[in-house]
């Protein structure tokens, strides 16, 4: 049980993590080049739907991992968690970017993307760290 939940929580992540990584790629190229803009009403349904599940399966299947593994009470654990709900954020407000643009095409996109950008990739290198190297 614990290897297949271990299994699942992987596809979550990947999932979850390509569909904010390519929402950010999609949101700097469309505020560099307004011919992007018109994919963005086309492309967001998928960010939605793979972003989404993959959002609520990362945490339901790393909640059962960590139960099934006895990790519950490990410091290392709880940062990692917390990282992963700063990373939430970092969905939730790509989300509402994505869905600006898509809707209003005289949307201004906004400079904080990079810094969006920047926080998501920073915030995935810092839960591999906590998940492979256990520091505490």
């Known amino acids: 049980m614990y290897e297949l ?5 992987l ?22 080049e307004g011919r992007v803009r018109a994919a963005l009403p086309v492309l967001r349904p998928y960010y939605l739907r793979s972003g989404g599940v993959g959002l609520i399966a990362v945490w339901a299947f790393g909640l ?22 700063l990373l939430s954020g970092v969905h939730g407000a790509l989300s509402a970017q ?7 095409p005289g949307y201004t996109i906004t400079p904080r993307i ?17 998940v492979i190297f256990k520091p505490f």
């Open 64 to 85: 059962l991992v960590a139960t099934l593994g006895g990790w519950l009470t490990a410091p290392w654990l709880g940062a990692k968690m917390a990282v992963v709900f």
């Open 11 to 32: 596809i979550a992540v990947l999932l979850w993590t390509t569909a904010m990584l390519g929402g950010c790629a999609l949101l700097l190229a469309a505020k560099a």
């Open 98 to 104: 994505i869905r600006r643009a898509a809707e209003d």
């Open 5 to 9: 939940a271990k299994l699942f929580h």
């Open 114 to 130: 990079t810094g969006l950008t920047v926080a998501l990739a920073a915030g995935l290198v810092l839960v591999l760290t906590l």
